[in-house]
């Protein structure tokens, strides 16, 4: 698989279809660190391992670039639904990005409870199946119960919380600025732990229609919360009343909040932040 990317990546430079292709890349010592290759013979150095989330970066990347600038980014299925996401919010232009996408192994999906750890594009690799991550036990464990139970079970999870921001700087559709989770109106700076209401469930309901389901939050927490359980819950939600998930179609717009901004209740204005799908943080 890994000569795979490694063969179409340079197809890509060979083409001149990007002026760079971003993948991670083996250097000195072994230390692997994201790279821009901008020459076919570069790519030797590239690898798939660890897992990495290029996203944020790619459009960070973009962002800094003349318009003319393509950039070919090498994606995993999380990967590649969170690009999706940052197009639907004018925060990456599809016509200045490429992916060169290839699927996780089955260990890779057990161990981030992936339902689909492909991408849609596959170039590398055979898609595997997925797992379901609510025959998980250790999901089980918090939506099992009646909601005064799991609200205990959480609440005893979040007071752990070290409010490191790990969670949303990992996040690769956290992109808002200024960030709710920043402002004294919402989040009471130097007070640890942080608020469950004020702080996680303001990133958690901020994110429901939008979460690829990547598990970089989880990964990044220092403390161990499980996160995810979270999010998944919210995306089989959305899965089950509109037949929508995050990061697969960059045509389809979230229905969360849809209905409100076309039909809102007599005599009440829809606020400005509803429709912030085109705006640019």
């Not at 409010?163 to 700076?189: A, H, M, Q, T």
């Amino acid at each position: 698989m890994l000569e795979q990317v490694k063969q179409k990546a340079k197809e890509i430079l060979e083409k001149k279809e990007a002026d760079g292709v971003l993948g991670l890349r083996k250097g000195p010592f072994d230390v692997i660190h994201p790279h821009v290759f901008t020459a076919p013979a570069e790519l030797d150095a590239l690898v798939l391992e660890p897992k990495w989330l290029f996203a944020k970066m790619a459009r960070a990347i973009l962002r800094e670039k003349p318009a003319a600038y393509r950039l070919a980014v090498v994606v995993r299925g999380c990967d590649e639904r969170a690009i999706v996401e940052l197009v639907k919010r004018s925060q990456i232009d599809r016509e200045r990005l490429l992916t060169i996408g290839y699927a996780c192994d089955g260990n890779q999906a057990k161990a981030c409870l992936c339902s689909r750890p492909y991408p849609e594009k596959l170039d590398a690799g055979s898609a595997v199946e997925g797992v379901d991550p609510f025959a998980d036990e250790r999901v089980k464990a918090f939506l099992e119960g009646d909601p005064a139970r799991r609200m205990e079970k959480w609440a005893d999870q979040l007071r752990r919380c070290i409010k490191c921001y790990g969670c949303r700087n990992s996040c690769p559709i956290c992109i808002c600025v200024p960030c709710k989770l920043e402002d004294d109106v919402w989040v009471e700076r130097g007070v640890i732990p942080a608020e469950m209401v004020s702080f996680h469930l303001i990133r958690a309901f901020h994110l429901s229609d939008t979460c690829v389901a990547c598990g970089a939050c989880q990964e990044a927490c220092p403390v161990g919360i499980p996160l995810m359980t979270l999010q998944l819950s919210m995306r089989a939600a959305l899965k089950k009343d509109y037949n929508y998930e995050a990061g697969l179609d960059a045509n389809r717009k979230s229905p969360v909040l849809f209905d409100f901004a076309k039909e809102p209740r007599p005599g009440q204005a829809v606020p400005d932040w509803v429709d912030s799908m085109g705006k640019k943080p």
